[in-house]
């Protein structure tokens, strides 16, 4: 089974917190999924959730796409970089797909990202087949353009689409009564 989120912003990728933050359990109430891939409690978009283990292995090296707003407006050479991969503390990255694009039609965010009446902000789509701890903030933080907000919007074969912040689907190709946006309440 293939269970497709929208994760919202400021939503913790796993099941359970001793501290009481939001976390998947508010979203999925479908048992004995887990993600195949987590986002950061500060990053928005696509999580895939599985109950089958080979698809969990399969997603770890394939490709991930994400729309990333960027502190000022990037440049050549560090779209350059990004493609060519870079030294970070634990190592070099592949070569990524990068390139800039308009600014999405998306959700707004809660709470909005900062606003700088004199600093321009600038967005791309990067395409990495890693999955390192925080690694597209790194990146674009090594080049000199911060991230501002980071959206997955593919994760291999499986695309978020027209899911809003907080909706779940599941993948076309299962089938099940529940889709849509999940009830709050407890997971398990």
């Not at 789509?125 to 090594?142: D, F, K, P, S, Y």
């Not at 689409?161 to 907080?166: A, F, H, R, V």
């Amino acid at each position: 089974m293939i269970l497709l989120l929208n994760k919202p912003y400021g939503v913790l990728c796993q099941f359970t917190d001793a501290d009481g933050r939001p976390t998947l359990a508010d979203y999925i109430h479908t048992p004995d999924v887990y993600a195949a891939g987590r986002l950061d409690f500060d990053s928005e978009g696509l999580v895939v959730l599985t109950d089958e283990g080979r698809a969990q292995h399969a997603l770890s090296g394939a490709p991930k796409t994400y729309w990333v707003q960027l502190d000022r407006e990037i440049d050549t050479a560090a779209l350059q970089q990004l493609r060519r991969g870079l030294a970070l503390k634990d190592g070099m990255t592949q070569p990524a797909e990068a390139d800039t694009m308009a600014a999405p039609a998306v959700w707004p965010r809660d709470p909005p990202v900062r606003f700088r009446k004199n600093v321009p902000t600038s967005w791309i789509r990067l395409t990495i087949t890693e999955g390192r701890n925080r690694q597209v903030r790194r990146m674009t933080a090594a080049v000199g353009f911060p991230t501002l907000r980071l959206i997955r919007v593919s994760a291999g074969p499986y695309r978020l689409g027209s899911l809003q912040p907080g909706e779940s689907r599941f993948h076309s190709s299962q089938a099940s009564p529940r889709s849509g946006r999940a009830s709050t309440g407890g997971r398990r």
